[in-house]
């Protein structure tokens, strides 16, 4: 039975910053950024993480299919909100993938997201759901905060209506530090380029391609797309050179408008790659770092049935550009401006409430009453139209219901950590009608009767322990 990609979705945040404004914020100090000041990068918003990313890719790719399947769930990244907390399980809470679900986060290299797809891959079994997620921070002026980006992508793997098969395989493990970060450390710390592309990528990189076509059985010349992450331009055209790849079977890296994404970037760039494929093609992803994991894909009639409802394009032209370095650098807490006496507030959250309230808090989970339809969030002892008692109300999760603006007011007063806060009633088509924190909103074409959907985000940052608490927000339709 074939083992493959059934369906895929990416997710990039809204926020672009021209690289050209950092460029100019730092020419004072760091002229030389001025040659790397092309296209703009993605970052991500005050209340976007690892976590949050991962949940829109994860809806993305899931669409409407039934979520119950997924036996497991596995997610990569090197910047997960927290040392000891399993994000894959906040993100399968999200989802509602229920109780029974295998979950497990991978990290500490750049290849982790490619070595979680591939391990999956030629494991079989259950369907599985794999993640990879990347919010990079870098020093300011630094080349890497010009080529950095922000953004994560799904890949539910399974057996039926495989769009994506796994055809061949290689791993290569060696100790070349190309760059590191250690613990505690907020900044990954690089050696040098030429170095890294003469030995790492042109070596390691093209042994383990070289190594997965053999396992394959197919000449190098028959790929079609070729996917080589890495943060400087000309990396993947050099390493396809080296392996005798058709220059023009190169994936673009997804440079101008997103930015290098770490862990998640090769499944990421396989996603925009899947979005336009027809079958028979034969597509080549590696993920670089202390070695390289690499698979070799065809894909099958079934191709055009894993789209995603967004396809990644759609995403990153969707992107909104700021012109303000110090908000991304306030955003990745490089910066630390004053918020006032509102902002000196203890946000400890309850986490016994929160565990007995997962499902509504985490799985925005509303009680629907049988007996008189009426909807409500949250759930009571009883229905708030009929009285019936709670034993009467059936789950309805509002995540995926459509929704419209009613009122909204933009406060400018209340501690915001990106003022002015937008909030008011969302009403729900199935009746619901809640007060709710409205993001990603356009002043200029944001109004009462603006379509809305929702996003799982973080509701607070508690900064004294450390802990951040999730909850779903409502966003204008892109």
């Known amino acids: 039975m074939t083992f493959g990609i059934v369906a895929w979705g990416g997710y990039v945040p809204r926020n672009r910053l021209d690289r050209s404004v950092i460029a100019a914020t730092h020419a004072w100090m760091a002229p030389s950024l001025k040659g790397q000041a092309k296209g703009r990068r993605a970052f991500c918003n005050w209340d976007e993480d690892v976590v949050t990313m991962s949940v829109e890719a994860a809806r993305n790719c899931l669409g409407p299919r039934d979520r119950s399947v997924v036996g497991n769930i596995q997610l990569a990244s ?85 769009a994506a098969a796994l055809i061949g395989s290689a791993s290569v493990t060696t100790l070349l530090v190309d760059h590191f970060r250690a613990s505690g450390f907020a900044h990954d710390y690089f050696w040098e380029e030429r170095w890294i592309r003469e030995e790492g990528y042109l070596k390691i990189g093209a042994e383990a391609i070289r190594e997965a076509l053999a396992d394959a059985g197919v000449a190098p010349d028959d790929v079609t797309s070729f996917v080589f992450p890495a943060p400087s331009r000309g990396i993947a055209d050099a390493v396809a050179k080296a392996a005798g790849i058709a220059p023009t079977a190169v994936a673009g890296a997804l440079e101008l408008d997103v930015g290098f994404t770490g862990a998640a970037h090769s499944l990421l760039m396989l996603s925009d790659i899947l979005d336009k494929a027809q079958p028979g093609q034969l597509i080549v992803v590696a993920g670089f770092g202390q070695g390289a994991d690499v698979v070799v894909l065809r894909t099958t009639d079934a191709v055009a049935s894993g789209r995603p409802a967004r396809p990644l394009a759609d995403l990153v032209a969707a992107g909104h550009t700021t012109q303000s370095y110090a908000q991304m650098a306030a955003f990745y807490d490089e910066i630390h401006p004053d918020q006032g006496m509102r902002a000196e507030r203890d946000t400890k959250t309850a986490l016994t409430e929160q565990y ?117 927000k409502a966003a204008p339709v892109a």
């Open 78 to 162: 090197t910047t997960a909100p927290t040392a000891d907390l399993q994000s894959s399980a906040i993100v399968a809470v999200a989802l509602r993938l229920g109780r029974k679900v295998n979950s497990m986060d991978v990290g500490g290299s750049h290849r982790a997201g490619m070595a979680v797809l591939s391990n999956a891959l030629r494991a079989g079994g259950k369907p599985t759901l794999v993640l990879a997620s990347e919010r990079l921070r870098a020093k300011p002026a630094s080349v890497q905060e010009m080529q950095y980006g922000a953004g994560a992508a799904a890949f539910l793997l399974g057996s039926e209506n495989v």
């Open 356 to 472: 007995r309230s997962s499902d509504q808090v985490n799985g925005f989970v509303a009680g629907q009453c049988s007996s008189c339809g009426q909807v409500q969030f949250p759930q009571l002892a009883y229905c708030v139209e009929c009285q019936a008692p709670s034993t009467a109300l059936e789950p309805l999760c509002l995540a995926e219901e459509k929704a419209h603006v009613l009122t909204f007011t933009a406060d400018g007063l209340t501690f915001h950590p990106s003022p002015p806060m937008y909030m008011g009633f969302a009403q729900f088509d199935v009746g619901a009608r809640l007060l709710m924190e409205f993001v990603d909103v356009n002043p200029d074409a944001f109004d009462v009767g603006t379509a809305l959907e929702m996003r799982f985000r973080i509701k607070e940052r508690d900064e004294t322990r450390g802990y951040y608490r999730y909850f779903w």
